[in-house]
């Protein structure tokens, strides 16, 4: 969490960064973009899914701000001094890297986030933390902290960018299960994958309280 937050401190002009990327709008292009992602992939029917899509286009929030972003940052991407392993020696994996809101790159890393009470399918897929771990609060709270950002007010504006974080790792489960039903990969670890995808859906729709009736 330190790590992610001193990444989104970097003065991104004076490294030479100004031009990766395009941070005005670039949210609701991220939602947008996502969504039709999905479109293109999708297979079994997901209403919570197609919910969550729709809310969060619905609701896109005011800008937070633009910084470095990695948009990918997992536990996988990153690699622990072994002899500390709270110490992150190197990031991983920055071909999704651009400039925008960095709080929609927080909410990608709670959606990986998982812990205790989560869908069992979810625990199983190899994105458990280490034992004493934060939990996803306490991750905004230290990220807050580690920002100058006021905690409460934080945490009042995340349920968009953690529902955001669940809905792309939904899709990009749904697009290598896509794969696998059209037999284009037959690892049959993917098999299972249709299971993340509504995993992360109705997680979605419960931080969300939104009702499927409606």
Not at 64 to 78: E, M, Q, R, S, T
């Amino acid at each position: 969490v330190d790590t992610l937050a001193e990444l989104h401190a970097v003065d991104y002009a004076a490294a030479g960064l100004a031009g990766l990327g395009r941070p005005a709008g670039y949210v609701e292009r991220q939602v947008e973009g996502w969504r039709q992602r999905y479109a293109r992939a999708a297979t079994d029917h997901v209403p919570a899914l197609d919910a969550a899509g729709a809310w969060l286009a619905a609701h896109l929030p005011p800008p937070a701000g633009a910084a470095l972003i990695h948009n990918d940052f997992k536990l996988d991407n990153v690699v622990l001094a072994a002899d500390d392993l709270a110490q992150v020696v190197a990031v991983l994996d920055w071909e999704m890297a651009t400039i925008g809101d960095p709080l929609m790159d927080l909410g990608v890393t709670l959606a990986y986030w998982i812990e205790e009470g989560d869908p069992p399918v979810l625990q199983r897929i190899g994105l458990g933390l280490l034992p004493g771990s934060l939990r996803r609060a306490e991750v905004v709270v230290r990220y807050a902290e580690r920002r100058g950002l006021d905690a409460a007010d934080l945490a009042a504006r995340m349920p968009f960018y953690y529902a955001f974080g669940l809905f792309k790792v939904a899709v990009i489960a749904q697009q290598i299960y896509y794969r696998y039903r059209q037999g284009h990969t037959r690892d049959p670890r993917f098999g299972g994958l249709g299971a993340v995808v509504a995993a992360c859906a109705e997680m979605a729709v419960k931080g969300l309280n939104l009702d499927l009736q409606d």
